[in-house]
């Protein structure tokens, strides 16, 4: 009875942890496109006020203050593109019924069950980074 009970209590786990991670991926899926957005609607303008400075109706400050804005826009780029990567490979481990930690910016920080296990989904992940796009989970 006392292993039965595991067995449920495992499999309960291994399920919580696949649809909290779906929905992870999902999430960071959603925010992707208008993340891109934002960054063409930053480099277009910068190419209106550094168009503007050409003939005097904006100041270095300005195209200073546009290139800060594209910056922040690219650098939330990244921020949802690696926050798609480590749902990914949360879904993966928790597919494999893994115990995973992850925090965003830091990449997988554990990883827990069998060591076959283990080097499978630090292994995905580790390569993960060239080839996770959205639709190529």
């Known amino acids: 009875l006392t292993k039965e009970l595991e067995l449920i209590d ?4 291994v399920e919580t942890g696949v649809r909290s991670s779906y929905n992870q991926l999902l999430a960071a ?9 934002a960054v063409e609607q930053a480099e277009e303008a910068l190419r209106v006020v ?10 270095g400050l300005e195209v ?8 922040q826009a690219k650098s939330n ?11 990914a490979a949360s879904l993966k481990a928790a597919a494999l019924g893994l115990t995973t930690t992850v925090s965003s910016g830091q990449g997988l920080q554990e990883v827990q069950g069998s060591d076959e296990l283990q080097r499978q ?3 995905h992940y580790a ?4 080839s996770l796009r959205p639709g190529g989970v």
């Open 29 to 37: 899926l959603e925010q992707l496109a208008p993340a891109e957005r």
């Open 64 to 71: 200073l203050q546009a290139q800060r804005a594209l910056a």
């Open 50 to 59: 550094q168009a503007k400075l050409k003939v005097g109706a904006a100041t």
């Open 77 to 87: 780029v990244t921020t949802t593109q690696g926050n798609y990567i480590l749902a």
């Open 10 to 13: 495992v499999r309960i786990n």
């Open 121 to 123: 989904v630090q292994g």
């Open 127 to 130: 390569g993960s980074h060239a």
